[in-house]
C-alpha cells in the first residue's frame, strides 16, 4: 500500500486548514492510502518542531528527508503557500523538488497585506500539482505563471444536528433570546466590530467562539468589554452545536479564502450574514441566499417571521455542491491524471 504524508505547521487542531486537511485524510485513505501526518504541531503521526509557525529554527533538510522517507506522495497543507515560517518552507521546498507532491493552498502570500511583499512562494517544480480553494485565486495563480486546479472544500452534508436545548443551557442562553453565532478566531479580518454591530440591530446576544489570535487580544478585550450587546466568547468541542444553538450566524469578513461557517451553516439550516469578501460572489454564484451584514434590517425581519424555504434553498445548495463526495470526486480526478493512484 503506498503512503501519503500530509506535511504542515500544524495539523489536528481547529484552525481552517486543520480541518479542511482532515477531510482530505480520509479521501485518501479511500483512494487505497496509507496516511501518516507530520507537522511542527499538534496531534501528527510524526513531529517535526522546525515546521511551527513560532519554531526559532527550521528543520534540517536530512530531517525532513528522514521523516518523509517512506512516503509515496506528499500534500503540503499551506507551508508552502503563506511565509508564517519562511526558512521552513525554503527546507521543505528543496526536499521535495522532483517528488509528487500536492500543494494545497488557503490562503497565498499576495492575498495577505502583511505578506504581499514576499513572492518567493509557492515554489513550483514538474513533479507537483497545485490545488486552490476558490476559482479567484486560480485566476491570480496562472497571472503569475502557475497552473492551478480548483477543489472547493468539501463538507459533511449528514451530521446529525446537535442538541439545542442543552447547549443553549450550558451556555446560560435563554429560551426566547435571539443568539447570533460567530464561529471563527478573533483576528483583524473577521471584523468582530461588524459583527457587534450587527448583533445589536438584531437584539441579539453576541458569541463569539474562537481564541484571539496574531496578536488580536487587547483590541478584542476592549471590543468585548465595551460591547453594546450581552457577549459570550466560549468555544465548543463541535461545530455541530454552535449552529444548533445559535438562531443566525454572522459572517462580516473582510477578506477569506473559502469562509466555511455560511456553508457550514447551510447545512445545519441557519440563516447567515456575510461580509463583503471576493470569494463569496463565488458562491452566490451557486445560488446560497445570504444577508448582508452590513444591512441588519433583513435579517432581522427574518428573525422576526422565520422562512423555511431559505434553509431548505440553502441546505440543498450545499448538499449539491460542496459535499465531502463532490470534494472526493474532484480529488481522485486530479491524482488518477497525475498517475498516482493506488
Same mark, same amino acid.
Given at each position: ?133 476558490? #476559482? ?5 495563480? +496562472? !497571472?503569475?505563471?502557475? &497552473?492551478?486546479?480548483?477543489? /472547493?472544500? =468539501? $463538507? ?81 468541542? #463541535? ?5 444548533? +444553538? !445559535?438562531?443566525?450566524? &454572522?459572517?462580516?469578513?473582510? /477578506?477569506? =479564502? $473559502? ?84
Amino acid at each position: 500500500m503506498p503512503t501519503c504524508a500530509f506535511l504542515s505547521f500544524r495539523l489536528g487542531l481547529s484552525d481552517g486548514v486543520s480541518v479542511v486537511a482532515a477531510t482530505w485524510v480520509e479521501a485518501f485513505r479511500g483512494f487505497g492510502f496509507d496516511v501518516v501526518t507530520v507537522a511542527g504541531e499538534g496531534p501528527v503521526d510524526r513531529v517535526v518542531p522546525g515546521l511551527a509557525i513560532d519554531a526559532p529554527e527550521p528543520p534540517t533538510a536530512d530531517e525532513v528527508v528522514k521523516v518523509l522517507a517512506d512516503c509515496d506522495l506528499v500534500v503540503v497543507e499551506n507551508l508552502l503557500t503563506i511565509p508564517m515560517n519562511l526558512p521552513a518552507s525554503r527546507v521543505v521546498t528543496e526536499v521535495l523538488r522532483g517528488r509528487p507532491a500536492i500543494l494545497h493552498h488557503h490562503d497565498p502570500a499576495w492575498q495577505r497585506e502583511r505578506y504581499a511583499a514576499i513572492t518567493e512562494l509557492p515554489p513550483d517544480d514538474p513533479a507537483w500539482r497545485h490545488v486552490v480553494i476558490n #476559482h479567484l485565486t486560480v485566476e491570480q495563480f +496562472a !497571472a503569475r505563471g502557475l &497552473a492551478a486546479i480548483c477543489i /472547493w472544500n =468539501g $463538507f459533511d452534508v449528514h451530521v446529525p444536528p446537535g442538541d439545542r436545548e442543552r447547549v443553549r443551557t450550558s451556555l446560560g442562553v435563554a429560551h426566547d433570546e435571539v443568539l447570533l453565532a460567530h464561529p471563527v478566531r478573533a483576528i483583524a479580518r473577521k471584523n468582530i466590530p461588524a459583527a457587534l454591530a450587527l448583533a445589536e440591530a438584531v437584539g441579539a446576544t453576541y458569541w463569539l467562539t474562537g481564541p484571539a489570535e496574531e496578536g488580536y487580544g487587547p483590541v478584542l478585550e476592549g471590543l468585548l468589554a465595551h460591547a453594546p450587546c450581552r457577549v459570550l466568547h466560549r468555544p465548543l468541542p #463541535h461545530r455541530r452545536d454552535v449552529y444548533a +444553538a !445559535a438562531d443566525a450566524v &454572522a459572517f462580516p469578513s473582510t /477578506w477569506e =479564502g $473559502f469562509g466555511n461557517p455560511p456553508i457550514e451553516a447551510a447545512i445545519h439550516r441557519r440563516p447567515v450574514a456575510i461580509g463583503p469578501y471576493p470569494v463569496a460572489r463565488e458562491f452566490v454564484a451557486l445560488g446560497f441566499r445570504w444577508f448582508d451584514a452590513a444591512r441588519p434590517s433583513a435579517l432581522r425581519s427574518w428573525l422576526d417571521h422565520p422562512d423555511a424555504g431559505l434553509l431548505d434553498h440553502n441546505e440543498q445548495i450545499a448538499r449539491r455542491y460542496l459535499s465531502l463526495e463532490a470534494m472526493t470526486a474532484r480529488l481522485e480526478a486530479l491524482v488518477r491524471a497525475a498517475g498516482w493512484m493506488p
